[in-house]
């Protein structure tokens, strides 16, 4: 008993002694639970190097998103709260408010060195409509296509303004960037234009910042914009998916496989360095796919929103919907020097975790007004029981509540009462069969609702919404 107790004491005495943790968000877009291969879920799906982030560390299984949809759920990855808290309930609302505190800044206070690259989302946009009416109300009646906001306003909420030192801030070909692709070289920001394909062009400015800063702690943001529209993929890619299929789906596996590669660049780059050890990484997709309910083959070069090609198996409904396959992603944890290999944790974790758990890895103080839980000492097995008692959601004029195996979800006067830990998750309705249990989950429910900048949970219906509900939960 006491040489096990020396080890122990040996080996927490040795973690303690490493530097802090450098820490890697990597948060894909419009990405279905279905589509990574180890969560089983699909054959044709080829990802690898994602796998081996599992295989080598924790595969969430209740892992969820804060929104299923683009702005407000990275609003609540980077704030660590909950969005509908400060008004970010949905896209064409505001911008990330200015007075929310970023995992970037309170990292660059713990001493890291913070960097982004992909899709940012959070300044001010056309969509941005509650923001323009009050800053620009010159355009209150213009149509989204005709309004110009001034740099000068958007300035204050680029990335490189949010806490983030080194940023290349961009979608497709043109970025926002104070430092260079080749070297990571300071500059001061400005567009740039960059030739080649997205994906590797937002995986080697991962890779560039990550050597470039490679001596001291760092936290890297890497939102890929993939598989979101438009689609886009190289032969390189698509090559690996001969087998007949309907070609949107042939080009997100393709963008996947150029993510998956992306990943096994950056954690052979971290090895190469003798970092990989002791980085933790996230990886976590922004909401569900957007199936557009019957998943019709477009054409590539369609310009309008569309199924992406990526899929929710097995999972009901799609982005933009509180149901499992809105909000229910793909969610990894891989840390090698702390966490178990191979894991497989089947509680529920939220998005909301990832600030939580890297402020409390860098050595703050916790701040009561984060809404996630530090995950390791679950995850390692120290914390025994839930992270969380309760998950919340609202999105316009659906709510949700999760607590343990039971999820109640409304949608205008209709309600729904799932286990979603059974095989018949979502499509098995419980709520004439356990009337209590949803009566008190509304309860909460509500009660949660009183926290927030709009109150309440009964919002008028979209005809989007309607559409879905009566496809994928007919009244019978």
């Not at 081996?52 to 209740?62: I, Q």
């Not at 713990?110 to 690259?117: E, F, K, P, S």
């Not at 497709?172 to 400005?190: C, M, S, V």
């Not at 209709?414 to 356990?434: A, D, G, S």
Request: aromatic share 12%; net charge positive.
């Amino acid at each position: 008993m006491k040489i096990k107790l020396l080890l122990f004491l040996f080996a927490c005495s040795s973690l303690f002694a490493q530097k802090k943790p450098n820490i890697i968000i990597i948060f894909t877009d419009d990405h279905g639970y279905a589509d990574i291969g180890v969560n089983g879920a699909v054959e044709d799906i080829k990802t690898p190097n994602i796998d081996l982030l599992a295989k080598n560390g924790v595969r969430m299984t209740s892992g969820y998103i804060t929104a299923p949809q683009c702005i407000p759920s990275r609003a609540g990855l980077l704030t660590g709260r909950y969005q509908q808290k400060f008004g970010l309930d949905q896209n064409g609302t505001i911008p990330l408010p200015l007075e929310e505190i970023l995992i970037s800044q309170r990292l660059q206070k713990a001493g890291y060195t913070t960097g982004m690259a992909g899709k940012w989302h959070l300044d001010p946009n056309p969509g941005s409509l509650e923001w323009i009416k009050k800053h620009l109300p010159e355009y209150n009646q213009t149509e989204k296509r005709k309004i110009r906001i001034p740099q000068k306003l958007k300035l204050p909420y680029a990335s490189f303004n949010r806490g983030f030192d080194y940023a290349f801030e961009g979608y497709i070909n043109t970025y926002n960037a104070n430092y260079t692709l080749e070297n990571g070289a300071k500059i001061q920001p400005k567009i740039v234009k960059e030739k080649g394909y997205r994906l590797e062009i937002q995986t080697q400015a991962a890779v560039t910042f990550i050597k470039k800063n490679k001596e001291k702690p760092f936290f890297f943001y890497l939102p890929y914009f993939a598989p979101h529209v438009p689609l886009e993929a190289t032969k390189k890619y698509l090559d690996r998916f001969p087998d007949k299929m309907p070609e949107r789906r042939k080009h997100a596996l393709a963008m996947l496989s150029a993510i998956d590669d992306g990943v096994g660049e950056i954690k052979q780059t971290l090895k190469d360095l003798k970092i990989d050890k002791n980085t933790l990484i996230f990886f976590i997709s922004d909401n569900g796919a957007p199936l557009k309910i019957y998943k019709e083959d477009k054409p590539i070069s369609f310009k309008g929103g569309a199924w992406d090609g990526s899929l929710n198996t097995p999972f009901v409904g799609e982005k933009g919907m509180l149901s499992e396959g809105g909000i229910r992603v793909p969610f990894i944890v891989n840390w090698p020097a702390v966490l178990p290999k191979g894991k497989v944790y089947d509680k529920q974790v939220i998005s909301l975790d990832a600030a939580a758990t890297a402020i409390s890895v860098a050595g703050l103080a916790k701040d009561e007004n984060l809404d996630g839980v530090d995950l390791i000492p679950f995850l390692t097995g120290e914390k025994k029981g839930e992270p969380h008692t309760s998950l919340f959601w609202r999105f316009w004029s659906q709510s949700a509540i999760r607590e343990g195996n039971y999820k109640y979800l409304k949608f205008g006067e209709r309600e729904f009462l799932f286990n979603v830990t059974t095989k018949e998750h979502e499509q098995n309705n419980l709520i004439k069969k356990h009337p209590k249990i949803a009566e008190r989950l509304k309860n909460k429910l509500i009660k949660w609702s009183e926290t927030l900048k709009i109150k309440g949970i009964n919002f008028k219906t979209r005809e989007s919404e309607k559409q879905w509900f009566d496809y994928y939960f007919p009244e019978r």
